[in-house]
């Protein structure tokens, strides 16, 4: 089955077309990385996705539903953590993730069965009952990956996810995200890190200038361009 179909998709701000007539799919049980140079058209593209910008032509369709028209069904099945995100600084990290599970179930057990994975995949111990405020970045992306990953999305667009961390708690973020992909679900990955992509992307798409320009598992690619590894397949194409 296929969890993400993006066909043909144009996005302009203005007169200005970040995203130039793009098309890719992701497939269930697959972690797809979108990969590509600063002012690509990564974050525009995983904002159309998510339903948070408007596409100017083209179509994109979740597990068959269609984002323009069934927004609503959409935004129930995925999971977006923006690259920037952010979160209540005077709520605990617990409070925050119980205060986000509200927003996905009423019923008393789901809601802590939610909360408590949360809490699991955060792993941030004690300091869970800490105030947002108080916690470095890196513990506050792992709160935020928590948050996108315990509601058990069928499609996690994740924008950088281990941006800002260290190498034991990036290790720790690649392996939450590729366990969550077991049981048939899908990932869509934005990522500047070539070895973490390597690592963890089933397939990649390296997008420049608004267009995507090779598509591929890292073996093929690395294959087709005679390259030790994706960094250098990476600037063999954007060259
Ligand atoms: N709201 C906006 N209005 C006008 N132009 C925009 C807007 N958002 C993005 N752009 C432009 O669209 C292009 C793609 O931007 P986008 O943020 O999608 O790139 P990116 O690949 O995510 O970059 P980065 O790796 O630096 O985060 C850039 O030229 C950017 O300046």
């Known amino acids: 089955m296929i969890a993400l179909e993006v066909s043909n998709l144009v996005k302009k701000y203005g007169d200005f077309e970040a995203i130039k007539n793009i098309s890719f799919e992701v497939r ?10 600063n002012g690509a058209g990564k974050t525009t593209t995983l904002r159309t996705i998510s339903t948070l910008i408007q596409i100017t032509s083209g179509y994109i369709k ?5 984002v323009k028209k069934e927004g609503s ?3 129930k099945i995925i999971s977006y953590l923006p690259e920037d995100a952010g979160a209540y600084r005077n709520l605990t990290g617990k409070e925050y993730l119980e205060f986000v599970a509200k927003f996905f179930t009423k019923d008393k057990n789901s809601l802590k069965k939610m909360t408590d994975k949360g809490i699991e995949i955060a792993n941030l111990n ?3 009952n800490a ?8 513990m506050m992306r792992k709160l935020l990956i928590a948050r996108a990953m315990m509601t058990e999305p069928k499609l996690a667009i994740l924008d950088e996810p ?3 961390l260290d190498v034991i ?3 720790e973020v690649r392996k939450i ?3 969550s992909v077991n049981n048939g679900k899908a990932v869509l990955l934005s990522s500047h890190n070539m070895l973490e992509v390597e690592y963890m992307c089933d397939r990649i798409a390296l997008i420049n200038s608004g267009k995507i320009v090779e598509v591929g598992t890292p073996k093929e690619l690395k294959e087709k361009y005679q390259a030790p590894n994706i960094e250098d397949v990476f600037i063999e194409v954007i060259k």
Do not use: C, M, W
């Open 28 to 37: 269930q049980g697959e972690i797809f990385g979108l990969i590509g140079p």
């Open 62 to 66: 979740v597990y068959g539903y269609d």
């Open 73 to 75: 069904h959409v935004r």
């Open 126 to 128: 004690e300091r869970i």
């Open 131 to 138: 105030k947002i405020d108080t916690y470095s970045k890196g």
């Open 162 to 164: 281990s941006s800002g």
């Open 169 to 171: 708690n990036a290790r």
């Open 177 to 179: 995200i590729k366990e």
